[in-house]
């Protein structure tokens, strides 16, 4: 069985270096507030090209953060309208609508799957407050058209990035949310998130609401939470991000194979005319479900990235009437292929040849 995501063989190649890591932090007797996690801060903003990183215990946590603190800054208002996308994994909305905001979903180009310019343009009300494009699958949005879209209708820039580690040297939204769940390009043994910024101000209180809305110990400007990344995560995360760029590179490779080779005129593979890290390679297919039960028949296992859209959820109830027929027909058309790090050349040559037979 050739398996969707394989984490072991993932984390394989840096199993030493993590055990050592971990036993740094065990005989370091510091397992929250250590030199791991402001390291890693330090190292992540480095990364990722922003003056600032501030750790937190998840990606959905790096995104409510983000929004929490500009209400606290006097930024937003609750009942402030965020533009989100449709197509997205649920995440980025509940983010929205947790913090009081109002989350206006736009259908995504039916090319890229993405956030679309042209329906954010027409979604802007007098309301509109916040843009939060989600470059999904790894994929980096048209952040050109829709920063120019922001800053003329001055709007702030939630970029979820929970998808899109090392898509870009440095991003241009005002805040950067990250996910390292163990299943993302770069991923944790367990929890952990971020946010990125070049915003000092906003830097400080997302890392003051993440610790109990506290400016120093015991003393609370905010009604805050709790939500911080542990030392054991960070150290796991300074040893594979060295790396990172090299797992990213392979993932372009087989991206790279799957559009040439594969050849069935029943699939369509996606473009790759933009940065992209594939944390997702998404083909679609009119016969998804057959083809999938193909696959998994020969041998193969693959996902549905996301076969419920948020606007179907029973979460979003109030959203039962809307009709989003691009977001619609990608839940039902999108399969996911085996794409990662550890994924073979053996292993990928299969999987082109049974969908060739398909
Ligand atoms: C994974 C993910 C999140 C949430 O991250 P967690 O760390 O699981 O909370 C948010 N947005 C997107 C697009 C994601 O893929």
Redesign the pocket.
Known sequence: MIPYLDLHSINAPYAEQIKSAMQRVVDSGWYLFGGEVAAFEREWATYCGAQHCTACA????A?RLVLRAWIEMGLLHRGDEVIVPAN??I??ILAVSDSGLVPVPVEPDPDTYLMSAANVASAITPRTRVLLP?H?YGQLCDMDALMSIARSNDLLVLE?C??CHGVAPSYRGDAQAW?F?PG?NLGAMG?A?AVTTSDAGLAEVVRQLGYYGSVRKYVHRYKGLNSRMDELQAAVLREKMPDLDRCNHRRQAIAARYNAEICNPAVRVPLANAPHVWHVYPLLCGRRDELQKYLLDNGVQTQIHYPIPPHRQEAYAEWRSMSMPITESIAALELSLPCHPASSDADVSQIIDIINHF
């Open positions: 998840n990606g959905l946590d995104l997205t994994y995440a980025s989600v999904l979820d929970a998808q996910s769940y993302k929890d998130g």
